[in-house]
């Protein structure tokens, strides 16, 4: 091994004390600016970002991979643009031998050099980020700006974040210390004592169609960082922005004299069911998910010899009370259910409103005044389709579409779904979101998560009953967001003790520029581990901390 992992550590030394301080102090911080202006990145960035991405289409992706066995393309543009990007593919046990076989020298490493060849990475797709923007664009369907800012620049962030956790988990206990005992008259009992941070072994990494990079980022960088060598499992959907991280983080690897196949893409021919033989490989000792609840329980069930970390389905839910501002909390709603048309993990889905109304800033409104508020905020939001487009992005699969066709027969319509046709792109797939009316016991329905631009404004008998079905839907089925309007502070700590009991982050009266589906790194936990949405939160001490064992030794010394 060379001096460039130290090269590197020293590189990026300023911006790993940043991160470790912005975990501990939890203000604002970001590392990697979120827009995309020429002013920030130059003005040719976004069109060289751009060719770099067109050069992948219709063609061989370039990665030169153990064990590659075939080619394979499987991807299918919301956008409806043709992607033809064909992916190397390799059996599990060519990619298992591969990644135990280049662990040892990533372990022996040692911490700060594991964090500096991390940080590089980064530091590598931060210099393509427009690149990897339109990767996450036309395979997820976000639109161009969402997908730079989540794909991108807050992917980065929070990939940040988990090297910060991983190396003060790592750095927590000295590497070596000296034992003395006294031992009555005679001399001293003196040992040295030697800590070594032992990686557990293959981490797995199965990504998500909708959020590719930032749902992956902070367990794969958790992992290397931590010593273990990373598989990375794509969705057949969105393969794109993951081979290119693999692709840079390779480079990386190899550039600073490590195997390149400490980081490799693994993805799955139609059918093939590669990520369920390979996290049940016993050489497999962490796994990260993202996706629906019935997979990713069957990974806690079946993957029983890793430690694997789950972001799954829920109901996240709004409570409405009370506001001193009607219109602000109209806007804030309309756009969160507008933003890439509901097809978030913490979009809200029900909106419970008393069915008696709720007093505002302009007077007594109804439970039909509310809802029409909303619905008329979202109408707004996409009434213009050059707008609207830019917030909803696309429809990212054909079980999207299935979910709003079910609803249709479901309660009362307060706003119906549009088709817009996309002004850049013929071929995208664009729905506006749907707004039902439901009553209380119609809990059958508002239940279970709909995934997608699908949400319920339900008329309960109190704020009070409210808060039941909060905590009653929330604690059976999890939620990863919640919110709460109210001008009563004993309703905002009723709100907050439920929100403690079912273990689900609170945001309160949100009426301007933050909304209750967006998170901040550094800053924000998201999820908690603490109800069935997720079993970690991303990213706090406990997400890294297993990722890897102290082992000592002890010697005698004079």
Known sequence: ?????????????????????????RGYWSAYPESPSPRVYGETAATEGEAAFR?????????DQPGTD???????????????????????????????????AWRDAGPQARVGVCLEILARL????????NAVQFTSGQAFVMAFQAGGAHALDRALEAVAYAYAEMTRHPGTARWEKPAGKGDPLRMTKTFHVVPRGVGLVIGCNTFPTWNSYPGLFASLATGNPVIVKPHPRAVLPLAITVRYAREVLAEASFDPNLVLLAPEAPGEALASTLALRPEVKIIDYTGSTAYGEWLEENARQAAVYTEKAGVNTIVVDSTDDFAGMCRNLGFSLTLYSGQMCTTPQNVLVPAGGIGTDQGHKSFDEVAAGIAGAVGKLTGDPARAVELTGAIVNDGVLDRLDEVKSIGEPVLESRVVEHPAFEGAVVRTPLIVKLPADAAATYGREWFGPISF?????????SLEIFRSTVGERGALTA??????EKVLDAAEAAALDVGVHLSCNLTGGVFVNQSAAFSDFHA????????????????????????QSRRHTA
């Open 55 to 63: 050069a992948y289409l219709d063609n061989r992706f370039p990665l």
């Open 126 to 133: 931060h210099a393509h980020v427009f690149e990897l923007a």
């Open 528 to 551: 908690s581990g603490a109800n069935p949405a997720a079993n970690a939160a991303l990213t706090d001490g406990a997400y890294v901390a297993s990722r890897f064992r102290i082992v």
């Open 483 to 488: 919110s709460v309007y109210s001008t009563d």
């Open 70 to 104: 075939g080619w394979i393309a499987t991807e299918a543009s919301p956008f409806g643009v043709e992607l033809a990007v064909t992916y190397p593919h390799a059996d599990a046990g060519a990619l298992i031998a591969a990644a135990t076989a280049a662990l040892p």
């Open 457 to 465: 404004v339900i008329a309960t008998g109190s704020t009070e009953e």
């Open 1 to 25: 091994m060379t001096d460039t992992p130290r090269l590197l550590h020293d590189k990026h030394a300023a911006t790993l004390e940043r991160a470790l301080s912005a975990i501990t102090d």
